[in-house]
C-alpha cells in the first residue's frame, strides 16, 4: 500500500473516530440526564454529582484522532515529497556519473598525448577542442606549415586517432570514437 493510500485510509479512520466520539459523548449525556430523572431531579449519587463525571475519556478519544488524522496527513503528502527526493536523487546520480566519465575521457585523452611528439599534441588538443575543425583553420591554430600539418594528420590517421573526411577542397577533421 502507497503512502497516499495509507494516508487517505487514516483521515477516513480519523473521522470515523469522530463520529464515535461525537456518539459516545451524546450518549453520556443523555444517560446522566435519564439518570437525573430517575433520581428525581437530584444531581448526587453515591457523593458524586453526575455533571462532574470524568472527561478522560474524551480526552483520549480527542487524542487518539488528533494522532491519526496527523499521520494520515503526513502520509499523504509525504509521497510527492518522497518522489521529489527520488527524481532530485537521480538527476544527481546522472550528473555525477557525466562528470565522471568526462574526467575518464580527459585522464584517458592526458594518458595519451604523453605518447605524441609535440606537433602531434598540438593538433590532436585543436581537434578535441573543435570536432570537424577544417584542415586550413587546424593549420592556422597550430601554427604549422600545410605540409607539415598533412604529415601530423596522415600519422594521426595511420594511428587510428583522427579521420579526415573530404570537404570541398579542404578536409575536416574528427577525433575517432574511443579516443
Known sequence: MNNKVLGMVLILLAVGFIAALVIFKIQVNDLTESLMIQSGGSCIQDGKCLHEQSNIPMYLGLGVILVTLVLGV??????????????????????????????????????????????????????????????????????????????????????????????????????????
Do not use: C
Not at 518522497?82 to 575518464?104: N, V
Open 74 to 179: 503526513y502520509l499523504l503528502f509525504f509521497e510527492r515529497g518522497q518522489k521529489y527526493i527520488e527524481k532530485t536523487h537521480k538527476e544527481l546520480i546522472g550528473t555525477l556519473e557525466k562528470a565522471e566519465k568526462s574526467r575518464d575521457e580527459d585522464e584517458r585523452f592526458d594518458i595519451l598525448l604523453k605518447g605524441l611528439d609535440d606537433y602531434e599534441k598540438k593538433a590532436l588538443v585543436e581537434v578535441k577542442k573543435q570536432p570537424g575543425i577544417m584542415q586550413n583553420t587546424l593549420r592556422l591554430r597550430t601554427d604549422m606549415s600545410k605540409a607539415k600539418l598533412s604529415i601530423v594528420l596522415t600519422e594521426l590517421e595511420r594511428r587510428g586517432l583522427v579521420k579526415k573526411i573530404s570537404s570541398g577542397k579542404t578536409n575536416k577533421i574528427y577525433l575517432k570514437i574511443g579516443v
